[in-house]
């Protein structure tokens, strides 16, 4: 393959559920040799594992077949576009079998390849036996799982378009490798070129999240025009790893060094060792710019051997929850909603304990529309508010009794009480999230296609290193005597997401020369103290210079995460909006500044 070739690679899926106009959009307003589809959130994976046991052709995402392909299988075989997906879930072998079934009756039909070996569920036992616990916690692995699979990279995905396949089906893997399988494919790219490897990755990982790289979620989102046809993300990359992010002609959106940056540091802990089953990333130095109208070309990613181990995402049952809302207005709504959660609380435990039943795991009362996220800081007034109720409990029968009770309040507490949105609740099996480490040496990803098996060789990795030192940021700026205070968000961008029980926040600065201030405002106590009412675990700050930014980790920041948490923000979408509401105490001429700006 000529080393001047650019490879397009367009995302159309951030997750199970995205817009089912994004594929059609990619394929027929663009220009694009390959179509991606990120499907698998870590939780997702036992809901299709629940799927597969009540019915063995399940397990996979069915959309992705019925109503995504199902518009653009002939489009993508007349235009020779390669599609890659993780819709394979747990049961990919029956997600290729539904997909060759739709293209034949098509009249184009597809070489299709799975990608397998992800499944873990077999091997628990003797990772136990050798004393592996949660990654995070140090706690014994659950004893029933529902799922446990492993994130495998993109070298089995390079395995199998090299084999010729037009499709590739995958279980779990890293969802940046959607989008570096076809990289290493199409130049060749070898296990040792970290370099290389860490800059597809970052290609992959701004992307995989779909239109949240061109404009979706942005901080200054009055700026971004066409919500209603916005465009879904395409990297146009070339040989040497250096990519351009942009999107469709014509298509709403915004794609700018903003834009890219934010989604860059979405979801990731340090930003010099972000870890990746085919690499260690360093993406401190990464240099954004625009390139032209919604162009901007990224370079500058840096790469490490990766780690001996895979990641794996196991999920397991722990007990019951019940969530529900009413409504409720008029003076005092905020006080009335609290109230009347405070009497749900009281009443349903009185009939615990007369029941001879334990209390809730856990129950939580929120107020949304009076700013009950921010703690300390809200400053809402409101005459109408939602009372969000949420509850978990060991035993289904405790949240029945919860489930009627929740009805009461109609005509027993606060005037202005209306709107059950959703009708009367229904207790869920709650899936809890765990992960571990499983060495690599244990796995082996292997891709069939053809009706054969291709075993693919992994790189073993080595025991990950301290990221190496680097120049020392300037010397810290104190805050002025006299400053003005300025909300944080005239000074930064900011995006943040889940990982786990952990929240990131990732704050750009809108100029360079605001860095220093941002530095000394935002230590690592600050924000803690801002967060002291949601966030249990200690608070990091990571520099990112490359593209004047820090990164924030807090641990123990989402009430469990996922499924598990009762929280309305179970993935932390909301902290950076929160933070970027902090006031700092900027210099006078600073402060003018802004105003005239």
């Known amino acids: ?25 990619l394929v027929r307003r ?10 698998l959130a870590e939780v997702t994976m036992s809901i299709m594992a629940r799927a597969k046991a009540r019915d063995p052709a399940g397990g996979y995402a069915g959309d992705f077949v019925s109503a995504v392909m199902a518009e653009i299988v002939k489009d993508v075989a007349d235009k020779s576009i390669r599609v890659i997906a993780n819709a394979g879930g747990v049961n990919p072998e029956a997600c290729r079998d539904a997909l060759a079934r739709l293209a034949a009756e098509a009249g184009a039909p597809l070489k299709i390849a799975v990608v397998l070996g992800d499944d873990v569920m077999k091997l628990v036992p003797d990772l136990k036996a050798r004393g592996v616990r949660e990654m995070f916690t140090g706690e014994p692995l659950p004893d029933r799982l529902l799922s446990a699979n492993a994130y495998f990279g993109a070298f089995p995905i390079a395995a199998a378009l090299d084999a010729g396949a037009d499709v590739v089906i995958t279980g779990r893997c890293v969802d940046s490798a959607l989008a570096l399988g076809p990289l290493i494919h199409e130049f060749g790219w070898r296990p040792e070129d970290h370099d290389r490897l860490a800059a597809g990755s970052l290609a992959g990982h701004i992307i995989e999240c779909g239109a949240q790289a061109t404009g979706g979620l942005f901080t200054d989102w009055r700026e971004v025009p066409g919500w209603d046809d916005i465009g879904y993300p395409i990297v146009e990359c070339a040989a040497d790893g250096g990519f351009v992010l942009t999107k469709p002609e014509g298509t709403g959106g915004l794609v700018t060094p903003a834009t890219a940056a934010e989604q860059m540091v979405y979801e ?21 710019r625009q390139d032209g109208p919604h162009r901007v070309r990224i370079e500058g990613a840096r790469g490490r051997p990766p780690s001996p181990d895979y990641k794996v995402s196991a999920t397991h049952l722990d007990g019951y929850r019940l969530t529900f809302t009413l409504t409720i207005g008029g003076a005092e709504a905020a006080a009335k909603a609290r109230a009347t959660g405070e009497a749900l609380i009281a009443r349903t435990r009185a009939a615990f304990r007369a029941r001879g039943w334990p209390d809730y795991r856990a129950v939580l009362v929120e107020v949304l529309g009076a700013e009950d996220g921010y703690g300390p800081h809200a400053r809402a007034v409101t005459r109408e508010a939602v009372m969000r109720f949420a509850a978990h409990h060991d035993d289904k029968a405790a949240l029945e009794l919860l489930a009627r009770e929740a009805m009461a309040p109609v005509t027993s507490m606060a005037p202005g009480t209306t709107g059950y949105i ?37 790189a073993p990795g080595e025991a990950l290193k301290p990221a190496p ?129």
């Open 1 to 25: 393959m000529s080393q001047d070739r650019i490879v397009r690679i367009g995302c159309a899926s951030g997750f199970w559920g995205d817009s089912a106009l994004a594929a059609p959009q």
């Open 30 to 39: 663009a220009r694009i040799d390959y179509l991606v589809f990120d499907y």
């Open 268 to 288: 990731i802990g340090d930003p010099a060792a972000y870890v990746l089953p085919d690499v260690t990333c360093d993406f401190t130095e990464v240099r954004m």
């Open 422 to 458: 959703g009708g009367r609740p229904a207790a869920q099996s709650v899936v809890r999230l765990t992960s571990f480490l499983a060495p690599k040496s244990v796995l082996g990803p292997r891709v069939l296609i053809d009706g054969r098996e291709i075993a693919v060789d992994v």
């Open 469 to 597: 030192p680097r120049k020392g940021p300037p010397a810290h700026v104190p805050a002025p005597a006299d400053g003005i205070g300025v909300p944080l968000i005239r000074l930064a961008h900011g995006r943040s997401g889940d990982k786990g029980d952990s929240v990131n926040i990732g704050i750009i600065a809108r100029r360079e020369d605001y860095v220093p201030l941002l530095r000394s405002a935002l230590g690592e106590a600050v924000v803690a103290a801002y967060f002291r009412h949601l966030v249990k675990g200690p608070v990091t700050r990571y520099e990112v210079p490359g593209i004047n930014g820090f990164n924030f980790v807090l641990e123990r920041a989402l009430g469990g995460g996922g499924a598990a948490s009762l929280r309305n923000d179970p993935q932390g979408k909301t902290f950076a909006q929160m933070l970027l509401g902090l006031e700092i105490a900027v210099p006078i001429e600073v402060a003018k500044g802004l105003a005239d700006g």
